[in-house]
């Protein structure tokens, strides 16, 4: 008996261990976040906005984010909060998705801008073969477990 609690709390505690470093490995490993100012600089005449809520239908409370999305004519700029996790990409899509079944049901129409790896801010270059004004929505995704992060509807 002395034995069998052992082991148990052994692999209770490995549980927690391993679902912690999965948790807070993002956060310890992510770069610097851009400049509060560059961000600024990008929101100051964007071509478009959005706001990231944690309200959406897939949104909860490991998954989620809130703040505000800008582009301009170079750049998608983001300011506020998103949940720590690992490989996190932007994506643009022309209808509004907010869920997981959405996403994956529209993937083929999507278009991918880049790595997401900070959670306050994030500047990311807009691809030369995208163009903005052909899409209506930026997505947050996970590709690792296929997660819906959050979204915004810019246009």
Known sequence: MKYGLLIISHIA???CGVG???YLLPILIQPTSPSQQA???VMLAPSYQGEFSRDRADSDFLH???GKLVIDAQSIAFSGELAPGPDYKLYLSPTFIETEADFLANKEQLVRVGDVKTFDRFILP???DVDVANYTTAIVWCE???QFI???KYR
């Open 39 to 41: 961000v600024a600089s």
């Open 150 to 152: 959050t979204s915004a």
């Open 144 to 146: 690792t477990f296929s």
């Open 64 to 66: 989620w984010g809130e």
């Open 20 to 22: 912690l470093g999965i």
């Open 126 to 128: 807009i691809p030369s």
């Open 13 to 15: 505690m490995l549980v």
